[in-house]
């Protein structure tokens, strides 16, 4: 809210000069235009940018970063991911997991790949769980994982970020042009129905349980409306799945993935 901008907001939205514009009444009177006002300014910084990178290279790629799709991220950040997508080549945002949030950031890119966040800092230690939140960015973003990771890096990060890399590529197919129908498998017991996440193609499906608690958990995962002849295994150990309900103990803070060839 510095002398220059609200000049140029005035100018922008037409409000007179004998008006009193001062960064209060921007905020009780004006967000909504002011918000416009920046969104505009950082577009039309963005498509600069990129003009003049693709002057010298004209094959280099175009990233942003910042929030999910949000009125915060709009009115804080000067960013809204419908209008820039046309700008970019990939988007990135986070950090944290809002279903919500993140399935309106995948809408309003429309096919921009999005990269996922997910944060750790020495002062937010908690009980480890970099492997089910770096897979769930991976199957909620489906464009891949960027990690802030700023404490102790040990045998455990190094697993974590294997563990979902080898799932990423192995289905990276099926998450990429598949769809989510997390309908098509039941948790019960002491999971829920949002410890789910299913994507289904022609040829093969991918179920994957999560338990994100400080807890080990017990239950029953039951596979719907599986295809006749269907073969069913634990990914990647291999182990055979013999029926479509199956009773289940995890550890906490890990996940299981199920391949199901049709």
Not at 89 to 99: K, V
Request: charged share 25%.
């Amino acid at each position: 809210f510095d002398a220059r901008c609200i000049t140029a907001f005035r100018r922008y939205a037409n409000i007179l000069p004998q008006v009193e514009l001062t960064p209060q009444i921007l905020i009780e009177e004006y967000i909504g235009r002011w918000t416009e006002f920046q969104l505009d300014n950082n577009h039309g910084i963005l498509r600069a940018v990129r003009g003049a990178v693709e002057d010298v290279r004209p094959d280099a790629k175009y990233m942003l970063y910042s929030g999910y799709q949000c009125t915060y991220t709009k009115e804080h950040y000067g960013v809204d991911w419908e209008a820039m997508r046309t700008t970019m080549d990939i988007a990135c945002a986070g950090y944290g997991r809002s279903p919500k949030r993140i399935a309106d950031t995948v809408e309003a890119l429309q096919g921009v790949p999005l990269v996922g966040g997910v944060l750790e800092y020495r002062k937010s230690m908690r009980p480890f769980s970099l492997g089910t939140r770096a897979m769930r960015c991976v199957l909620d973003c489906r464009g891949g994982v960027m990690f802030f990771y700023d404490t102790v890096v040990d045998a455990r990060f190094h697993r974590a970020i294997a563990d979902a890399s080898l799932v990423a590529a192995e289905f990276e197919d099926l998450i990429l042009h598949g769809t989510r129908d997390d309908g098509l498998a039941q948790a019960s017991g002491e999971f829920a129905q949002g410890d789910v996440c299913v994507y289904d193609g022609p040829k093969r499906r991918l179920v994957v349980l999560f338990n994100e608690r400080k807890t080990k958990r017990q239950g029953t995962l039951e596979l719907l409306k599986l295809p006749s002849g269907a073969r069913m295994r634990v990914f990647p150990s291999g182990e055979t799945v013999k029926g479509p309900a199956s009773a289940i103990t995890m550890e906490p803070m890990t996940y299981r993935a199920y391949d199901i060839v049709k």
